[in-house]
Structures are given as structure tokens and as C-alpha cells.
């Protein structure tokens, strides 16, 4: 399957920061990539879906403003939480997938954030 | 809207014993199905997909599941449980047909192994 990276896998920073999470689609152009956070033990919660060239498209509940994507390129998007808190700390996974119907959606590894 | 049930936040089974992870699916349009095993700390590995065509679905590591429309379930099975199985295990759905759809996440299941 196609190979999606997310840097850094582990991050801690301090409260009142901002931290930015890169996903990478390696070998094939992701067209949409979506944001998941993922509580201990606890399932993925989708935050939002982010198309090449537009807009995030956030789920209910996630506010746009403290979590900015942007996904300038066929093969990267970002996700920065703004102003960190500590009950920001959590798994956060991306998915990406190309163009086309009934396409499979490819994972990266997560990015553990730990505020203090 | 579409949505998962995992029956069971934790299964343990014996060393070479049946493993049934148990999921059942709400949806309005035909389905797509999934199921995803995921090791401590790290991402998620597709383990088999049911799209359309033959129910019976068999995956990785010995891995299959059969989708049952009349129950809308989607239970994933293994003859012989491996210690290396032992992780979480997510079921998964999203809409058959559409492009880059989400996917729509169970609460998911931890299985165990006992040696």
C-alpha cells in the first residue's frame, strides 16, 4: 500500500505554544487528508477533512481556530494547534487518500503531543 | 448517517483459540467496511476491507470477515489466535461510491492473548 508519514512522531511543548503536525503522502498524491485525535484508549474521532487548494471542512465541535489545517500541496498538509493547553495532549493520526471513487485511505503513524 | 458498534471493549482468548471481534453497522447507503488493527503508540494497519462482491472477506495475518447484510454485521474472525495478535482492533465503515469519503470509527476492541 502507499506509504503516509507523519512528523514528529512525539512532541511536548509548553502551554500557550503552538505545535505544527506534518502528514506526507510519499508516493502518491493525496487529493484529500483527514484529522483524527484519538483519546487513551479510546477510538479515532475525525476533526476535520482538508481538500487540496480548499478549506478544511471541520466536524462538529472542533474549533477551526485552534486547530488550523492547511493543505497547500498534493502531498502535504499540516495541522497546527494554536495556543496549546494540556487538555490538548493526544494521539493525532492522519489519513490521506488520492483522487477517484472507492479509494483507499492510507494512515500515518500518529504524532503523540503531550502539552505541559 | 452511519455509525459502528464493537460489541465487547475487551476480548482475551487462549493461544491457538478462536478470536471473534464482534461489530455491527448503521448506514443508509451500501456500505463500505473495514476493520483496522492498531499496535501501542502507533498508526493503523488495514487488515481487510469489504467493498462489494463476496461477502466472506479474508485479510492479513489470517484474518477474515463476513459481511451480513440481514444483520448488518461485519464480525471479524481467526481460527488460531497468535500472541502477536494482541492489540486494538477498530471497525470501520464509510459510503460505498462516493470520493475519499471518512471513515467512521468503532470504539474498538482490545484483544488479548493468554499464553
Known amino acids: 500500500g502507499a506509504v503516509v508519514s507523519q512528523h514528529p512522531s512525539r512532541v511536548i511543548c509548553k502551554s500557550g505554544t503552538s505545535v505544527k503536525i506534518e502528514c506526507r503522502s510519499l508516493d502518491f498524491q493525496a487529493t484529500t487528508m483527514f484529522w483524527y485525535r484519538q483519546f487513551p484508549k479510546q477510538s479515532l474521532m475525525l476533526m476535520a477533512t482538508s481538500n487540496e487548494g480548499s478549506k478544511a471542512t471541520y466536524e462538529q465541535g472542533v474549533e477551526k481556530d485552534k486547530f488550523l489545517i492547511n493543505h497547500a500541496s498534493l502531498t502535504l498538509s499540516t495541522l497546527t494547534v494554536t495556543s496549546a493547553h494540556p487538555e490538548d495532549s493526544s494521539f493525532y493520526i492522519c489519513?490521506?487518500?488520492?483522487?477517484?471513487?472507492?479509494?483507499?485511505?492510507?494512515f500515518g503513524q500518529g504524532t503523540r503531543l503531550t502539552v505541559v | 448517517a452511519q455509525s459502528v458498534t464493537q460489541l465487547g471493549s475487551h476480548v482475551s482468548v487462549s493461544e491457538g483459540a478462536l478470536v471473534l471481534l464482534r461489530c455491527n453497522y448503521s448506514s443508509s447507503v451500501p456500505p463500505y467496511l473495514f476493520w483496522y488493527v492498531q499496535y501501542p503508540n502507533q498508526g493503523l494497519q488495514l487488515l481487510l476491507k469489504?467493498?462489494?462482491?463476496?461477502?466472506l472477506v479474508k485479510g492479513i495475518n489470517g484474518f477474515e470477515a463476513e459481511f451480513k447484510k440481514s444483520e448488518t454485521s461485519f464480525h471479524l474472525t481467526k481460527p488460531s489466535a497468535h500472541m502477536s495478535d494482541a492489540a486494538e482492533y477498530f471497525c470501520a465503515v464509510s459510503d460505498l461510491g462516493s470520493s475519499a469519503s471518512k471513515i467512521i470509527f468503532g470504539s474498538g476492541t482490545r484483544l488479548s492473548i493468554r499464553p
Open positions: 489519513s490521506a487518500s488520492s483522487a477517484g471513487v472507492n479509494t483507499e485511505a492510507f
Open positions: 469489504y467493498t462489494t462482491g463476496a461477502t
